[in-house]
């Protein structure tokens, strides 16, 4: 038995203010990450702050158009919400991708952006892991690599973030609110998840104490296609081995404007910036499909098991633009 307190306030603010008191405080929502971790001994907190009764649970229109999700949502929920259907529907395909059913049902908005990675060494205590004991190495890095990121590495871990929904965030320029002891701040999503670097351990910029409350969404992109496609070794329940979020523009067969977001390669959701660049401007053809690609995974860093991950990436990518502009060619 590991001893821990139990509360569940009924206010953000007294959940917050019960964190940052106790270091070794964490707090729990929908529990489908941090019940594994209490189970795997992956960690041990002195106190478990429950936030389901603190936390908003509605969608809601903003003033400017735009689309607030409370942190307390369920991804189930979410996913089928007529306004995200309709509005952001790649949110909505990448939520359906994630997990299973039932585990939907449970898992929040917040909780999902603040999942930790599914590494197989990261999961077993019994190997070195710098993302769940620093100093210890990364056990990654010469053994099992197939699931190992491509992008944004470092020699402190090769880990992969799981989650979809945070991809399809990345896509959309999300933003996401946090209450802390301090107060209330507002974090773009491309941002909030940290890249390894020499402290993996850190997942986000969040500090001790903050609390996600809200996910907010700007206003839809006029006339603009999305869509969200993972590949995986099965069809269900599986994390992706590659995953894209975009969403494009296109007038007289050109791209005004490409957003895109590649899950399965790298510490943290990444935002394509160069492969976006690229397709700014240029025609709608399989050409500039490839030179986006190409553009983006230049610096693609792979190791004995992985290398995969750069042509099924470039094929996907080409994949998901071939479907978003069937009727621009």
Same mark, same amino acid.
């Given at each position: 038995?590991?001893?821990?307190?139990?509360? &569940?306030?009924?206010?953000?603010?007294?959940?917050?203010?019960?964190?940052?008191?106790?270091?070794?405080?964490?707090?729990?929502?929908?529990?489908?990450?941090?019940?594994?971790?209490?189970?795997?001994?992956?960690?041990?907190?002195?106190?478990?702050?429950?936030?389901?009764?603190?936390?908003?649970?509605?969608?809601?229109?903003?003033?400017?158009?735009?689309?607030?999700?409370?942190?307390?949502?369920?991804?189930?929920?979410?996913?089928?919400?007529?306004?995200?259907? &309709?509005?952001?529907?790649?949110?909505?395909?990448?939520?359906?991708?994630?997990?299973?059913?039932?585990?939907?049902?449970?898992?929040?908005?917040?909780?999902?952006?603040?999942?930790?990675?599914?590494?197989?060494?990261?999961?077993?205590?019994?190997?070195?892991?710098?993302?769940?004991?620093?100093?210890?190495?990364?056990?990654?890095?010469?053994?099992?690599?197939?699931?190992?990121?491509?992008?944004?590495?470092?020699?402190?871990?090769?880990?992969?973030?799981?989650?979809?929904?945070?991809?399809?965030?990345?896509?959309?320029?999300?933003?996401?609110?946090?209450?802390?002891?301090?107060? +209330?701040?507002?974090?773009?999503?491309?941002?909030?998840?940290?890249?390894?670097?020499?402290?993996?351990?850190?997942?986000?910029?969040?500090?001790?104490?903050?609390?996600?409350?809200?996910?907010?969404?700007?206003?839809?992109?006029?006339?603009?296609?999305?869509?969200?496609?993972?590949?995986?070794?099965?069809?269900?329940?599986?994390?992706?081995?590659?995953?894209?979020? *975009?969403?494009?523009?296109?007038?007289?067969?050109?791209?005004?404007?490409?957003?895109?977001?590649?899950?399965?390669?790298?510490?943290?959701?990444?935002?394509?910036?160069?492969?976006?660049?690229?397709?700014?401007?240029?025609?709608?053809?399989?050409?500039?499909?490839?030179?986006? *690609?190409?553009? +983006?995974?230049?610096?693609?860093?792979?190791?004995?098991?992985?290398?995969?991950?750069?042509?099924?990436?470039?094929?996907?990518?080409?994949?998901?633009?071939?479907?978003?502009?069937? +009727?621009?060619?």
């Amino acid at each position: 038995m590991r001893p821990f307190e139990y509360t &569940r306030p009924a206010r953000a603010a007294e959940a917050v203010a019960a964190v940052t008191a106790d270091p070794g405080a964490r707090y729990l929502a929908g529990g489908t990450n941090l019940v594994d971790h209490l189970k795997l001994g992956l960690t041990a907190p002195t106190a478990l702050v429950d936030v389901r009764d603190a936390l908003d649970d509605t969608v809601r229109t903003l003033a400017d158009g735009g689309t607030s999700i409370g942190a307390g949502v369920p991804n189930s929920d979410l996913a089928a919400h007529p306004e995200i259907r &309709r509005r952001y529907p790649v949110l909505s395909a990448a939520l359906l991708a994630g997990a299973s059913g039932q585990l939907r049902n449970m898992a929040t908005t917040g909780g999902n952006l603040l999942q930790r990675t599914r590494c197989v060494y990261f999961q077993d205590v019994t190997t070195p892991c710098n993302k769940r004991e620093p100093g210890s190495g990364c056990s990654a890095l010469e053994g099992h690599g197939r699931d190992n990121a491509v992008l944004g590495a470092s020699e402190f871990c090769v880990a992969t973030h799981p989650s979809d929904m945070a991809v399809a965030l990345c896509a959309l320029d999300a933003r996401v609110r946090v209450l802390g002891p301090d107060g +209330e701040r507002t974090i773009p999503v491309n941002g909030f998840h940290r890249l390894p670097g020499a402290t993996p351990e850190r997942d986000t910029v969040l500090s001790h104490g903050e609390l996600v409350t809200a996910v907010e969404l700007p206003p839809p992109v006029p006339g603009a296609r999305s869509t969200y496609r993972k590949v995986r070794e099965r069809a269900s329940y599986a994390f992706a081995l590659v995953s894209v979020a *975009a969403l494009v523009q296109v007038r007289d067969s050109q791209f005004v404007d490409a957003r895109i977001a590649f899950g399965g390669l790298a510490h943290a959701p990444w935002r394509a910036r160069r492969a976006e660049e690229v397709l700014r401007g240029r025609p709608v053809t399989e050409e500039s499909f490839q030179v986006a *690609a190409d553009a +983006e995974l230049a610096e693609a860093r792979t190791g004995r098991d992985n290398s995969y991950k750069v042509p099924l990436t470039v094929n996907t990518l080409a994949s998901v633009l071939r479907e978003l502009t069937e +009727e621009d060619r």
